[in-house]
């Protein structure tokens, strides 16, 4: 079956870290740039950061440059977002999703893993 | 968001068309695509590169685009499409943009 499933999301105290992965399966997970996506429950669809298909180039929104790094590992199928000096704007649902090889739409997500950063 | 606009809410009864705006400065010379989120769900593309529809997706499904507008047009809107419905560009400074979102209500 083609999917994303994320895992690690969770409770972390203000300044902490936290580290969300993403599995990707029934697909060619090599080929295909991968985002990170995050909602606040409620609110809209927040883009986070994207990697291209061999790790070799990275992308942060403002918000989160400098504390946040995406990495991939292509022989384990599995995409990664690293989460330091965490606040509590970062408190969100994340998702991993896909970006199609032809375009810059996302064309498959994960179910979502919730952050939510409190004291 | 500041870039590409949505109304909060559109409301259409069973059967009929809804449209669904977008409007942003940088809509002009970009492509547009769609998601549509029920609630607890994730978000699932529904049109990408302004009027092209992913595989699985009902031909009730369209879009448009006509200068800085683009719109999600949903045709015999059913209860199940009830929904929230985002607009989302690559914008060369802010990469990849989404709109506020759209509540689509079926009455």
């Known amino acids: 079956e083609v999917q994303l499933v994320e895992s690690g999301g969770g409770l972390v105290q203000p300044g902490g870290s936290l580290r969300l992965s993403c599995a990707a399966s029934g697909f060619t997970f090599s080929t295909y740039w991968m985002h990170w996506v995050r909602q606040v429950p409620g609110k809209g669809l927040v883009w986070v950061s994207r990697?291209?298909?061999?790790?070799?180039?990275?992308k942060y929104a403002d918000s989160v440059k400098g504390r946040f790094t995406i990495a991939r590992d292509n022989a384990k199928n599995t995409l990664s977002l690293q989460m330091n000096s965490l606040t509590t704007e970062d408190t969100a649902v994340y998702y991993c999703a896909r970006a199609g090889l032809s375009t810059h739409a996302f064309d498959m997500w994960g179910q979502g893993t919730m952050v939510t950063v409190s004291s | 968001s500041d870039v590409l606009t949505q109304p909060p809410s559109v409301s259409v009864a069973p059967g009929q068309t809804a449209r669904i705006t977008c409007g942003g400065n940088n809509i002009g010379g970009t492509v547009v695509h769609w998601y549509q989120q029920k609630p607890g769900q994730a978000p699932v593309l529904v049109v990408y590169?302004?009027?092209d529809r992913p595989s699985g997706i009902p031909e009730r499904f369209s879009g448009s685009k006509s200068g800085n507008t683009a719109t999600l047009t949903v045709r015999r809107v059913e209860a199940g499409d009830e929904a929230d419905y985002y607009c989302q560009v690559w914008d060369s400074r802010l990469n990849w943009v989404f709109g506020g979102g759209t509540k689509l209500i079926v009455l």
């Open positions: 990697i291209n298909n061999d790790g070799s180039s990275t």
């Open positions: 590169d302004n009027s």
